[in-house]
């Protein structure tokens, strides 16, 4: 009987630790200049992008934090292709379990969905393709695909390829899509009721939705709505290799795989710019962009960012509505990058006080 309730009390003060809040922190506290995050906040405020909210952790805490009005610390926030990494979580976790491998052939799972002749190249591709966004289609074929109420992943597979799967990169959210398919056909769960134990539920992760397609599959490369803090989590995740509360939630070998680049040339569009200017031709990974300063992200349309920069030993998360994302997260790299140093800093109450109050007032 002793065993019993002991046990029973581990199993409550785990489940009390896995939905508290994240520690907070003074900035300085954690080796991080509150001035420079202040100068943070006010380059936002000036800037052109209409920033939502936004959270900084140091060393796991939490040392930064705001919502510009009406956003709310308890709203969930539309993360479009935020969603990707997600979706790149529960490959991950069904490769551990041996449900799949990422050198599966697409076409194994779907034999009553495909043409009656189906291409060399479409037999070719892989898991690792939809992956790293070397489908082959061109171009994107996501928005007239979506568009109507098709079966997406017939309509997936009757797509010619242009390229060889897995030689050319090409931004392909309905690949994403069919990633999603995948795992709901080898779990026979919906891709948010197999990551909600797996993942939200020990991270501490509440309030999640997901969209569905026509044929209820969830829609993988963006629908996905979390609060910030719920973000913020998945980023320490990352960055302890997924660890959490000492428990291995994610592989490590997994995190290190995602994140490492596979391609660096990135999308056509960002040729242009010189490659130490931009942030997306620095490498994409299994649904992870590579950042400049040895970081890695996942993004979403007009301006959602989970910045992870593991020299730093820190996070950012940003919910945001821009049309120019490059600038966002130039204001990262200019005003919170240099704010990290080695050890704690001497307390600074005026900067502390005058940083409360901005994210107050925001």
């Given amino acids: 009987m002793k065993r019993f309730s002991a046990a029973v009390v581990v199993c409550v003060l785990l489940s009390v630790s896995a939905f508290a809040q ?8 954690q080796g991080v200049s509150s001035k420079a995050i202040l100068d943070f906040l006010q380059a936002a405020g000036r800037s052109a992008n209409e920033f939502h909210s936004f959270m900084l952790l140091r060393h796991g805490h939490v040392v930064a934090e705001g919502w510009w009005k009406p956003y709310a610390d308890s709203l969930l926030h539309p993360l479009y292709s935020v969603s990707k990494s997600f979706t790149s979580t529960a490959i991950g976790l069904a490769v551990a379990e041996g449900r799949l491998h990422v050198t599966d052939k697409v076409v194994s799972f779907f034999p009553n969905d495909l043409p009656a002749d189906v291409p060399e190249d479409l037999s070719a591709l892989t898991v690792k393709d939809l992956l790293t966004m070397q489908v082959g289609q061109d171009p994107d074929p996501t928005g007239p695909v979506t568009s109507g109420d098709t079966n997406w992943v017939k309509a997936f597979f009757r797509l010619p390829l242009v390229n060889k799967p897995g030689t050319t990169f090409l931004y392909n959210s309905l690949g994403v899509y069919i990633l999603s398919a995948i795992v709901q056909k080898v779990t026979g769960e919906k891709m948010i009721d197999y990551l909600r ?4 539920e020990p991270l501490g992760i509440t309030g999640e939705n997901w969209a569905t397609s026509p044929q209820h599959i969830n829609t993988g490369g963006w629908g996905l709505s979390l609060k910030t803090e719920d973000m913020a989590r998945f980023g320490q995740l990352y960055l302890q290799g997924g660890q959490w509360n000492g428990r291995q939630i994610v592989p490590r070998a997994w995190v290190t795989e995602a994140t490492t680049s596979y391609n660096d040339r990135g999308p056509s569009w960002s040729w242009p710019t010189p490659r130490d200017s931009s942030d997306w031709q620095q490498g994409y990974g299994y649904l992870f962009w590579r950042c400049r300063h040895g970081a890695f992200r996942a993004d979403g349309a007009m301006g959602q960012y989970i910045i992870v920069m593991p020299a730093q030993d820190a996070v950012v998360a940003i919910t945001c509505q821009t049309k120019d994302m490059q600038d966002e997260i130039n204001l990262v ?14 307390a600074d109450d005026a900067a502390v006080k005058a940083l409360h109050q901005v994210e107050a007032s925001l």
């Fill in 333 to 346: 790299w200019r005003y919170l990058l240099p704010a990290f140093h080695d050890g704690p800093l001497p």
């Fill in 197 to 200: 134990p797996r993942l939200f």
């Fill in 22 to 29: 994240l520690p907070r922190s003074t900035p300085e506290s």
